[in-house]
């Protein structure tokens, strides 16, 4: 079956504009995850969905950052007031349940540059 | 957090043999992957151990000890294709979340 995907592939953006981020996960997936990651950086882990409740927002860098997963599938993560220290990656990952040795399985990433 | 660590860089000629190292501290293990990353794509998926032991797929193999706090993936008759970022990353006792390595880059030379 289809992968996670993402969108949009590249965003670039001006200093304090705002962005949104789409992930759509594997179908049956009840696991979300976004990850965000820097040049020659592993994954850094952000926000955490379990259905549609957010289980573990503590990565997420301050009150600008802010995700929702409103049906229990697609997830938008969302960025107020950009600044230049977002520009990464943005991964987004699913899984089945989301604990014991579930694997999470990527999407391509959303590559966003605030200039 | 967790302090996870690998080795920034390898390299390695095609057909070799190429082992990379992953060190992690952690207050409750639950679980050790392994995952590749070509740039500018995806990490994927390549391995997974939460007990002692090797656990071989193909040709690629992935041991842990978590009384050392170590573990080992190993790439075995290396191909150009495998050049590549692996990231080792560690699940800690009831988290989800993973932790991750900066990433070993690969590259394999003809």
């Known amino acids: 079956g289809a992968g996670v995907s993402q969108t949009p592939s590249n965003k670039v953006t001006e200093k304090g504009k705002y962005v949104e981020l789409r992930c759509d996960p594997i179908?049956?997936?009840?696991?979300l995850y976004w990850y965000r990651q820097s040049l020659g950086q592993g994954p850094e882990f952000l926000i955490y969905?379990?259905?549609?409740?957010?289980?573990?927002d503590s990565g997420l860098p301050n009150d600008r950052f802010f995700a929702v997963r409103p049906e229990g599938s697609v997830s938008t993560l969302k960025i107020q007031r950009t600044e230049r220290g977002d520009s990464a990656v943005y991964l987004c990952?699913?899984?089945?349940?989301?604990?014991?040795?579930?694997?999470?399985?990527f999407g391509p990433g959303t590559r966003l540059t605030v200039l | 957090g967790q302090n996870i660590d690998q080795p920034t860089e390898m390299t390695a000629t095609e057909g070799a043999i190429v082992q990379i190292n992953c060190t992690y501290q952690?207050?409750?293990?639950?679980?050790l992957f392994w995952y590749q990353q070509h740039a500018g794509e995806a990490p994927t998926f390549l391995s997974y151990?939460?007990?002692?032991g090797l656990e071989e797929k193909g040709r690629f193999s992935s041991f842990l000890s978590r009384s050392k706090g170590y573990s080992y993936l190993l790439l075995k008759e290396l191909q150009m294709k495998d050049s590549a970022s692996y990231l080792c990353?560690?699940?800690?006792?009831?988290?989800?979340?993973?932790?991750f390595g900066a990433g070993t880059t690969v590259t394999v030379r003809a």
């Open positions: 969905f379990q259905g549609t409740g957010a289980a573990d």
């Open positions: 179908s049956g997936h009840t696991a």
């Open positions: 990952a699913s899984s089945l349940i989301g604990r014991g040795g579930d694997t999470q399985y």
């Open positions: 952690t207050s409750g293990f639950n679980g």
């Open positions: 990353a560690v699940r800690d006792g009831d988290d989800y979340k993973l932790s």
């Open positions: 151990n939460v007990l002692d």
